[in-house]
């Protein structure tokens, strides 16, 4: 039976991993929507390979380039924040929320309310809006489908269990590529190094981000919002090896994990095919090739942000939301040169420390909140 599938942000790393799966499944899938930020040569090339019905450029004035790029194909041509809105809003089986960072909120939150399943990589959108969020998909009957790996696995771990037999629940993080470093090496540490991560292909604020430890962070209140254990019970250790993905303790003192290669494709098959599975591309694991598995206790001394972003969530109300949009201007402005990696955080807690309005009760809230925060953490980098 064919289903039909929208990518909310489908020139990303998620993507185009999600892409790789459906063109190996090219009959089980029709393709409703997708939908880029600027990149309007790779958009038109996808929205043609796949068949879709719509193609959507968020930024407008690339709009009339898309139309050209699609003339003649019969594929929709639409432009701009609302129009990205009204094709996360058309009704499909699954939409792959893939946009990087708060920009995807709006469109997620437009599938949210039409009851649709959500595979959810979009940790942003989540970690800002929270409660606002997870009320909002209570009421329209919508799921959610982890697709974050950590998230995903302990999805998996979950499985046939209940949330109230749970003890405990450990995020595995990689440590990024500075795990070793001390903090006047990362002082130092250019936009190149931090991107380049020692297990897993992805887009550039994801890379700082686990580079600063502040994705694993996000991904501590993420898995507060998909999985209510309460906060007590969440943990996160440092696992080089990317091999276990995330692992789920019960009260008998059983503890399940899930493995897998670090490969985006198997979490993204798992949410693709659930409740079932397909195949994907990747090889068997083999653990005797890769020896030994290592595990650490995070180092909040060098890495702050899983620090800020426990107290964000512990604070509640609108902090987690301003933690996130501190942490992205702070992440472009590392990008872009104009401060150093430690500052990262620093900027971040500042923002903190200066802002806190009270907690959102809308979507409308969330959008103010994100924008004055933004504005209060611009200010620092005068
Ligand atoms: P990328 O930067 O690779 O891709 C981001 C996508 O979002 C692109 O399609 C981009 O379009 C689009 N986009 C960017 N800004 C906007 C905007 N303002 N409005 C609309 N669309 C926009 O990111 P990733 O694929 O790495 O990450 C996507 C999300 O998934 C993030 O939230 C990340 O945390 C999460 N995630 C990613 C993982 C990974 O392995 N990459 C793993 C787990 C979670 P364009 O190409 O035109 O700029």
């Not at 405990?168 to 993080?173: D, E, G, S, V």
Request: aromatic share 4%; glycine share 8%.
């Amino acid at each position: 039976m064919t289903r039909t599938l929208t990518i909310l942000g489908a020139t990303g790393s998620v993507g185009a991993s999600t892409l790789d799966l459906i063109r190996r499944n090219r009959d089980a899938w029709r393709v409703e929507a997708l939908t880029a930020n600027g990149n309007v040569s790779e958009l038109a090339r996808l929205a043609r390979e796949f068949g879709a019905a719509i193609a959507v450029i968020a930024d407008e004035a690339r709009l009339p380039e898309l139309r050209e790029a699609l003339a003649g194909t019969g594929i929709e041509a639409a432009g701009g924040a609302q129009a990205l809105c009204e094709a996360a809003a058309r009704p499909v089986d699954l939409t792959v929320a893939a946009i990087v960072g708060g920009a995807g909120l709006a469109p997620v939150m437009a599938a949210v309310e039409q009851g649709g399943t959500i595979a959810l990589a979009n940790k942003e959108a989540l970690v800002s809006a929270g409660e606002v969020m997870t009320a909002a998909v209570a009421r329209h009957g919508a799921t959610l489908l982890p697709m974050d790996s950590e998230h995903n696995a302990i999805f998996q771990c979950l499985a046939g269990n209940r949330i109230k037999d749970v003890a405990r629940i450990t995020l595995t993080a990689s440590g990024g590529p500075f795990r070793a470093w001390s903090l006047e090496q990362m002082d130092a540490a250019t936009p190149a190094q931090a991107v380049a991560h020692p297990n897993w292909d992805m887009g550039a604020k994801i890379s700082v981000d686990s580079a600063t430890m502040m994705n694993k962070g996000l991904e501590f209140i993420e898995a507060h919002h998909l999985f209510p254990v309460g906060l007590d019970r969440l943990r996160i250790i440092v696992h080089p090896q990317s091999v276990v993905h995330s692992l789920v303790e019960f009260r008998d003192r059983s503890t399940l994990a899930q493995l897998g290669p670090p490969d985006m494709r198997v979490p993204i098959a798992s949410c693709l095919a659930w409740p079932g599975r397909m195949d994907t591309p990747m090889q068997p694991l083999d653990l005797a090739a890769i020896g030994q598995l290592s595990f650490f206790a995070p180092d909040e001394a060098r890495f702050p942000a899983t620090r800020l972003c426990r107290e964000a969530i512990q604070a509640g109300g609108a902090a987690p939301a301003v933690l996130n949009a501190a942490n992205e201007v702070a992440v472009a402005a590392f990008l872009s040169g104009q401060i150093a990696f430690t500052r990262i955080a620093a900027m971040v807690e500042e923002t903190l420390t200066r802002y806190s309005p009270p907690a959102p009760g809308s979507l409308g809230e969330v959008f103010a909140i994100d924008r004055e925060a933004r504005v209060q953490t611009m200010l620092e980098l005068n």
